[in-house]
């Protein structure tokens, strides 16, 4: 019989980072231990005796890793690429978007084409935001990107499924480092709404969609919000 669904989710700290456990209470007739499955259990941690502990990744087939810090640096200047590979951050995103003028967009996705493929960033997360893809420099950007192999490719202004099933025709087209995912950023009123369906093709493996970003000040700009400080 199956274990009943999780009640929440829980960090528990593995020497330098942290296992994101799911927890069960087993109800009747699994509170006595009858068909309790042989899994790690955390003593100091349980909230009660009848508290199992499952690992995140294991029950939903998904690794997830928690983030405290991923800096955006400007990929047209090559100081700060260098700059990037001894930043206390756990990842990076070498920007190609909005911190680069069309004037050095093609400098820029060289740079940054070379400094991923160059590595030494440690154990940092590396990823490339390309143009969104609607651009002229979309094509091009998400090509080197996908060549380059980060470990994600970050796509500015997903407002469809669609979009999300063309990029992932794309990199199996390319033969693409299976590693690298893709980050869609959620930046408009309209995918805001459509969100659910969006998240939905992270149950496709082709779509290689592994997170969200949420560009708050697209989405306060496209809503007319007032911003306030804090």
């Not at 274990?3 to 960090?11: E, G, N, Q, Y």
């Not at 690429?81 to 093609?106: F, Q």
């Not at 950023?185 to 493996?205: G, L």
Request: charged letters at 25%; one cysteine or more; proline letters at 8%.
């Amino acid at each position: 019989p199956a274990i009943p669904d999780a009640t929440r989710l829980r960090l528990v700290p593995d020497g330098d980072r942290f296992q994101l456990y799911r927890i069960v209470r087993p109800q009747w007739p699994f509170a006595h231990g009858l068909f309790r499955k042989p899994v790690p259990t955390f003593r100091d941690h349980a909230p009660s005796p009848l508290a199992s502990f499952y690992p995140a990744d294991k029950v939903s087939g998904m690794t997830l890793r928690p983030r405290r810090s991923v800096l955006y640096m400007p990929g047209s200047n090559s100081r700060a690429l260098e700059k990037a590979k001894t930043l206390a951050a756990d990842g990076v995103i070498l920007d190609l978007e909005d911190s680069v003028a069309p004037d050095a967009k093609e400098t820029a996705r060289q740079q940054v084409t070379d400094v991923v493929k160059a590595g030494g960033f440690g154990k940092r997360e590396v990823f490339i935001r390309v143009n969104a893809i609607d651009t002229p420099w979309h094509a091009d950007d998400f090509t080197a990107a996908a060549h380059a192999a980060p470990d994600g490719i970050v796509l500015p202004k997903v407002s469809s499924p669609a979009q999300l099933e063309q990029i992932g025709q794309r990199l199996l087209d390319m033969h693409t480092d299976a590693k690298t995912r893709i980050w869609a950023m959620i930046e408009s009123p309209f995918a805001v709404f459509n969100v659910q369906a969006i998240a939905a093709c992270a149950k496709d493996s082709e779509t290689r969609l592994a997170s969200f970003v949420l560009g708050t000040n697209a989405i306060a700009k496209a809503t007319r919000a007032r911003q306030v400080p804090g």
